[in-house]
């Protein structure tokens, strides 16, 4: 346990420096002085610091972006309206992810340092695009199977394919994540907007 304690800390303190300093400009003794461990440790777990990068790409990034309702759709066959609830809670899962990253650097880091770790981490992480892909692909196929069981409860009428619906709304949400990254950060309040807009383009009219 102490020394899977010691390695996550690690990583933390990793991800706190990489995220403001950027790859280039963290060393290894600054790792250690934050993470306040000897290099011995520090090479016990990772072979290098672009391993190190991997590691905290694994943990802060790739769990973090994982759909929070993987292997959980099947609580939405019982509601009457499965993509508002849908909604509703990948809104407040974004939120939390958002929360949950800003307290770990103590609200420090912007939301352009996040995109300026995730470019790097596209030029280090080895399998950065394969993995994206099938992080594309599950949620692509999560947002469908939901918007297919929302057609068949007659939640919403669309002659337009779910896997077009899927895709305005995946693609509204990364949108206003890039342009707000360049300002503030994403506006849940706006996104929920939006996509409460798609939704009621779609939504079938005696639902209200």
């Given at each position: 346990?102490?020394?899977?304690?010691?390695k996550?800390?690690?990583v933390?303190?990793?991800?706190?420096?990489?995220?403001?300093?950027?790859y280039?400009?963290?060393?290894?003794?600054?790792?250690?002085?934050?993470?306040?461990v000897?290099?011995?440790?520090?090479?016990?777990?990772f072979?290098?610091?672009?391993?190190?990068?991997?590691?905290?790409?694994?943990?802060?990034?790739?769990?973090?972006?994982?759909?929070?309702s993987?292997?959980?759709?099947?609580?939405?066959?019982?509601?009457?309206?499965?993509?508002r609830?849908?909604?509703?809670e990948?809104?407040?899962?974004?939120?939390?992810?958002m929360?949950?990253?800003?307290?770990?650097?103590?609200?420090?880091?912007?939301?352009?340092?996040?995109?300026?770790?995730?470019?790097?981490?596209?030029?280090l992480?080895?399998?950065?695009?394969?993995?994206?892909?099938?992080?594309e692909?599950?949620?692509?196929?999560c947002?469908?199977?939901?918007?297919?069981?929302a057609?068949?409860?007659?939640?919403?009428s669309s002659?337009?394919?779910?896997?077009?619906?899927?895709?305005?709304?995946?693609?509204?949400?990364?949108?206003l994540?890039?342009?707000?990254?360049?300002?503030?950060?994403?506006?849940?309040?706006?996104?929920?907007?939006?996509?409460n807009?798609?939704?009621?383009?779609?939504?079938?009219?005696?639902?209200?």
């Amino acid at each position: 346990m102490a020394r899977k304690s010691s390695k996550e800390n690690i990583v933390k303190e990793a991800f706190k420096l990489f995220i403001l300093k950027g790859y280039d400009r963290v060393s290894i003794a600054e790792i250690e002085n934050a993470a306040n461990v000897s290099r011995g440790l520090v090479f016990y777990y990772f072979k290098s610091k672009e391993d190190m990068f991997k590691s905290v790409g694994d943990m802060f990034f790739f769990n973090h972006i994982s759909s929070s309702s993987e292997g959980s759709q099947s609580k939405y066959s019982i509601s009457e309206t499965p993509l508002r609830d849908f909604i509703v809670e990948q809104l407040c899962a974004i939120k939390n992810r958002m929360d949950s990253l800003s307290q770990i650097n103590k609200g420090e880091a912007k939301h352009f340092h996040f995109y300026r770790f995730i470019l790097e981490l596209k030029a280090l992480y080895p399998s950065f695009e394969d993995e994206m892909k099938a992080y594309e692909e599950r949620e692509s196929s999560c947002w469908i199977n939901i918007i297919e069981l929302a057609k068949s409860k007659k939640e919403i009428s669309s002659s337009e394919t779910s896997e077009d619906i899927a895709s305005l709304f995946r693609h509204t949400y990364i949108g206003l994540s890039f342009k707000d990254a360049l300002f503030s950060g994403l506006d849940i309040e706006q996104l929920d907007k939006l996509w409460n807009t798609l939704y009621s383009q779609i939504k079938t009219h005696w639902y209200g």
